[in-house]
Protein backbone atom coordinates (compact mmCIF):
# COMPACT_ATOMS: atom_id res chain seq x y z
CA UNK A 1 0.00 0.00 0.00
CA UNK A 2 2.78 2.62 1.14
CA UNK A 3 4.22 2.93 -2.84
CA UNK A 4 0.66 3.53 -4.10
CA UNK A 5 0.39 6.46 -1.52
CA UNK A 6 3.85 7.67 -2.74
CA UNK A 7 2.89 7.67 -6.41
CA UNK A 8 -0.33 8.98 -5.65
CA UNK A 9 1.76 12.01 -3.79
CA UNK A 10 4.28 12.22 -6.99
CA UNK A 11 1.26 12.71 -8.94
CA UNK A 12 -0.58 15.51 -7.01
CA UNK A 13 2.48 17.67 -6.92
CA UNK A 14 3.41 17.09 -10.95
CA UNK A 15 -0.34 18.53 -11.12
CA UNK A 16 0.13 21.58 -9.09
CA UNK A 17 3.50 21.78 -10.90
CA UNK A 18 1.47 21.36 -14.49
CA UNK A 19 -1.55 23.84 -13.50
CA UNK A 20 0.29 26.35 -11.79
CA UNK A 21 2.72 26.59 -14.66
CA UNK A 22 -0.01 26.82 -16.87
CA UNK A 23 -1.70 29.60 -14.67
CA UNK A 24 1.48 31.59 -15.30
CA UNK A 25 1.68 31.60 -18.77
CA UNK A 26 -1.43 32.35 -18.49
CA UNK A 27 -1.54 35.77 -16.33
CA UNK A 28 1.94 36.22 -16.20
CA UNK A 29 2.10 36.70 -11.99
CA UNK A 30 6.05 35.88 -11.79
CA UNK A 31 4.99 34.18 -7.92
CA UNK A 32 3.33 31.50 -10.12
CA UNK A 33 6.67 30.84 -12.17
CA UNK A 34 8.35 30.10 -8.90
CA UNK A 35 5.56 28.44 -7.03
CA UNK A 36 5.77 26.06 -10.58
CA UNK A 37 9.28 25.81 -10.12
CA UNK A 38 9.20 24.67 -6.84
CA UNK A 39 6.58 21.85 -6.87
CA UNK A 40 8.36 20.76 -10.23
CA UNK A 41 11.51 20.14 -7.97
CA UNK A 42 9.33 18.87 -5.40
CA UNK A 43 8.13 16.09 -7.89
CA UNK A 44 11.73 15.33 -8.33
CA UNK A 45 12.30 14.72 -4.66
CA UNK A 46 9.33 12.76 -4.87
CA UNK A 47 11.22 10.52 -7.54
CA UNK A 48 13.87 10.20 -5.54
CA UNK A 49 11.89 9.24 -1.97
CA UNK A 50 10.25 5.88 -4.25
CA UNK A 51 13.28 5.32 -5.84
CA UNK A 52 15.16 4.96 -2.16
CA UNK A 53 12.55 3.10 -0.63
CA UNK A 54 11.38 0.70 -2.95
CA UNK A 55 13.55 0.42 -6.31
CA UNK A 56 16.81 1.03 -4.71
CA UNK A 57 16.03 -0.07 -1.33
CA UNK A 58 19.86 -1.13 -0.55
CA UNK A 59 21.28 2.17 -1.54
CA UNK A 60 20.81 5.44 0.65
CA UNK A 61 19.57 8.33 -1.54
CA UNK A 62 18.80 10.68 1.64
CA UNK A 63 21.01 13.25 0.67
CA UNK A 64 20.02 13.51 -2.81
CA UNK A 65 16.18 13.86 -1.68
CA UNK A 66 17.37 16.67 0.98
CA UNK A 67 19.64 18.52 -2.09
CA UNK A 68 16.73 18.11 -4.58
CA UNK A 69 14.07 19.52 -1.68
CA UNK A 70 16.89 22.41 -0.67
CA UNK A 71 17.26 23.27 -4.66
CA UNK A 72 13.28 23.03 -5.48
CA UNK A 73 12.63 25.50 -2.69
CA UNK A 74 15.21 28.21 -4.12
CA UNK A 75 12.93 29.33 -6.46
CA UNK A 76 10.34 29.44 -4.22
CA UNK A 77 12.30 31.57 -1.67
CA UNK A 78 13.71 33.75 -4.41
CA UNK A 79 10.13 34.98 -5.14
CA UNK A 80 8.82 35.60 -1.89
CA UNK A 81 12.16 37.49 -0.94
CA UNK A 82 13.30 39.43 -3.55
CA UNK A 83 10.05 39.88 -6.33
CA UNK A 84 8.22 42.82 -6.09
CA UNK A 85 4.52 43.04 -7.16
Not at 22 to 51: E, Q
Not at 62 to 79: F, H, V
Amino acid sequence: MAPVIYLLCALTVLACAFLTLRSYRRTGHRLLLWSGLCFSGMTINNLFLIADRFVLPDEDLTYWRLGSALIALLPLLYGLVWEED
